[in-house]
């Protein structure tokens, strides 16, 4: 069994959220678990670029566990489109949200990750 450092969305979760991003134009490059946080992170990259999108920074899709371990993967994928997170990804490919579950309604915040947070 993984170590909490070394979590992963279930494989049916994963495969629905790179199929997502490369319908959106942003197929995934790397992933990377924030222990720390328990958020799970997606990242668009092409070999050779950082991101290939006008602006800066790689698009990123953040998702927190809970969301990852509580819902189902067709659910999830319904709740991106709906937030218009591909827009957002596109628009503003350095700006840092994440998807999160409040009751049982998935929703998406600013996100400040990491230590240099709320600065």
Known sequence: MPSELEW???PTTDAAVREWMKAQGLPV???RYYSDEE?????????????TITGGGA?????ARTVLE???????????????IGDRMRSAP????????????????????GPHRGA
Do not use: C, M, N
């Not at 350095?94 to 996100?111: G, N």
């Open 94 to 113: 350095q700006r840092r949200f994440l998807i999160v579950q409040e009751d049982s309604d998935i929703l998406v915040k600013p996100w400040g990750h």
């Open 70 to 84: 509580d819902e189902a993967p067709a659910t999830l994928v319904t709740a991106l489109d709906r937030l218009g």
């Open 59 to 63: 698009p990123t899709l953040w998702i």
């Open 8 to 10: 992963k969305p279930s």
């Open 39 to 51: 958020v799970y992170a997606w990242r668009h990259e092409e070999v050779g670029h950082s991101s």
């Open 29 to 31: 490059g790397s992933t």
